[in-house]
Each structure stands twice: as C-alpha cells, then as structure tokens.
T-cell receptor, first 115, second 112 residues
Framework: ETGVTQSPTHLIKTRGQQVTLRCSSQSGHNTVSWYQQALGQGPQFIFQYYREEENGRGNFPPRFSGLQFPNYSSELNVNALELDDSALYLC??????????????FGPGTRLTVL | GEDVEQSLFLSVREGDSSVINCTYTDSSSTYLYWYKQEPGAGLQLLTYIFSNMDMKQDQRLTVLLNKKDKHLSLRIADTQTGDSAIYFCAETKPGGSYIPTFGRGTSLIVHP
C-alpha cells in the first residue's frame, strides 16, 4: 500500500507567477486536505476536498484554489505568487466517515520558494 | 493569542524522560493530538486523546490532559536520539470535519 505522495519536492518561482502542486492520496482514501507550513510555524489549514468538492476552507485568499480528481488525487493552485507564499505545502489524505474521527496521513510536502 | 501554544525548544539527555507541554484555548475541543515531524518529512500522528479522557498511554508515550487548565502534555520515556524532531500539539473542534489546529511545534533535541 503506497502512502501519500507529493510532487514536486522543491520548487522555485518568482513573484506574480502561478504554481500547481500535486498530491496522490493513500489507497482507499476519499478526502484530501492541504496545509501551508511557514518556517518555524505549525501547519495552517488551506482547504479540504471530499469526493471532488471543496468541503471546508481556512483563512486563505481565493488565489489559493484546488481540485480533486475521480481517483481522489488532488492539486493545489496558487495564482499571483507573493513572497509570503514561500512555505512547505503539506497534503494529507483520510477516509471520511460520518461522526467518527478520521486519521489524516501526511505526505512529505512540497517546499515552495518565491523570489 | 494563539489557539494552541507550545514552548519552542526542549533539550534532554538520552535515556531521560522528555515532557512536552501545550496549552489550548477552546474548551469545546473534541480531540487533542501529538504529531511528530522529522527533517524533510511530513507529519506523523503519534497519539491522540479524546477530550473526556485524562490520560492515555502507548508504549513509551504518555499523554496527560487537564481539561480545567486546558493543558496537554506528552511524556516520552527513555528518550532516544531517534526521538529528536519537532512535536506539534493540535486540537479539533466539534463540527464533524476534524481539521486540526496546530501549535508552532516544540523542537526536541536529544543529546548523548
């Protein structure tokens, strides 16, 4: 059974550019959550996708958008990059069942640097 | 202030016990968690405790929850160099989505 994978591992962009980060969820998982982890901080929730629809969003502007595909893999898109977007972006997958705790399994992250 | 607060650093000697502390603000928190992050890796869930419990033990790990003081601690017995990592405390609130809110993390350094 493969765990959560993310690509690319590292990425350098310049201000104003757009970026797409990818995540393959763990086999059998139907929910993907994305987090931004700035240096020295804990992860901050960006949004969650369940069965291809956004299922919750944190305090991030609309230039952060996402997609989930029928195979439950996911993309995070960030438009008009700003210097403060430099961070480790973590993807986590889980199985959503109503009313009970669902452990999230994290990928290794994509390190984005904006110059 | 922050929803979840932790001290930033802890240094211990190999073989000693480590105690990492966390305070949270929301008394309605449902679950409280401890995650471990090693360099270059994602987060690994170590353990979690439901808010109606006050203690949970899992091998070398002991979690203590004081709901009155909104204080959570993680004790690692017989700390090893492989335990060196950043430890994050997190909470989830009622509502069904179980999205954790993380603290800033405590960097645990284990020296021989």
């Amino acid at each position: 059974e493969t765990g959560v994978t993310q690509s690319p591992t590292h990425l350098i962009k310049t201000r104003g550019q757009q970026v797409t980060l990818r995540c393959s969820s763990q086999s059998g998982h139907n929910t993907v959550s994305w987090y931004q982890q700035a240096l020295g901080q804990g992860p901050q929730f960006i949004f969650q996708y369940y069965r291809e629809e956004e299922n919750g969003r944190g305090n991030f502007p609309p230039r952060f958008s996402g997609l989930q595909f029928p195979n439950y893999s996911s993309e995070l898109n960030v438009n008009a990059l700003e210097l403060d977007d430099s961070a480790l972006y973590l993807c986590a997958s889980s199985v959503k069942t109503s009313g009970s705790y669902n452990e999230q399994f994290f990928g290794p992250g994509t390190r984005l640097t904006v110059l | 202030g922050e929803d979840v607060e932790q001290s930033l650093f802890l240094s211990v000697r190999e073989g000693d016990s480590s105690v990492i502390n966390c305070t949270y603000t929301d008394s309605s928190s449902t679950y409280l968690y401890w995650y471990k992050q090693e360099p270059g890796a994602g987060l690994q869930l170590l353990t979690y405790i439901f808010s109606n419990m006050d203690m949970k033990q899992d091998q070398r790990l002991t979690v203590l929850l004081n709901k009155k003081d909104k204080h959570l601690s993680l004790r690692i017995a017989d700390t090893q160099t492989g335990d060196s990592a950043i430890y994050f405390c997190a909470e989830t609130k009622p509502g069904g989505s179980y999205i954790p809110t993380f603290g800033r993390g405590t960097s645990l350094i284990v020296h021989p």
